[in-house]
């Protein structure tokens, strides 16, 4: 069973940067599939990016302006915005898959919010 915590959600202004984070409550190193998806009001989830061993994606909404990223020692993923827009403002989950027993999880999520 693996506990995720998000933080680092806020009301920040167009243009804006944050840095999402994503605790687990245990190691993650074994734990080779992970991603950020948001949740804005009357919309459905959405992948907002991923990595899988190694290899990242993210939406088209988001190329070149978000980062995703790992950090095994401190059980830690992390999402680096940048530029942020109005329609970045979602809740932010992060989600684990453990691929060795079928496993999801999923963190109760952060909001962000941009907007002048």
């Known amino acids: 069973q693996v506990q995720l915590v998000e933080s680092g959600g806020a009301l920040v202004q167009p243009g804006g940067s944050l840095r999402l984070s994503c605790a687990a409550s245990?190691?993650?190193?074994?734990?080779?599939?992970m991603g950020w998806y948001r949740q804005a009001p009357g919309k459905e989830r959405e992948m907002v990016a991923h990595?899988?061993?190694?290899?990242?994606d993210y939406a088209d909404s988001v190329k070149g302006r978000f980062i995703i990223s790992r950090d095994n020692a401190k059980n830690t993923m992390y999402l680096q915005m940048n530029n942020l827009k109005p329609d970045d403002t979602a809740v932010y989950y992060c989600?684990?898959?453990?691929?060795?027993?079928?496993?999801?999880?999923w963190g109760r999520g952060t909001q962000v919010t941009v907007s002048s």
């Open positions: 990595i899988t061993r190694g290899t990242s």
């Open positions: 245990r190691s993650i190193a074994s734990i080779n599939v």
């Open positions: 989600n684990m898959y453990d691929e060795r027993i079928g496993k999801d999880y």
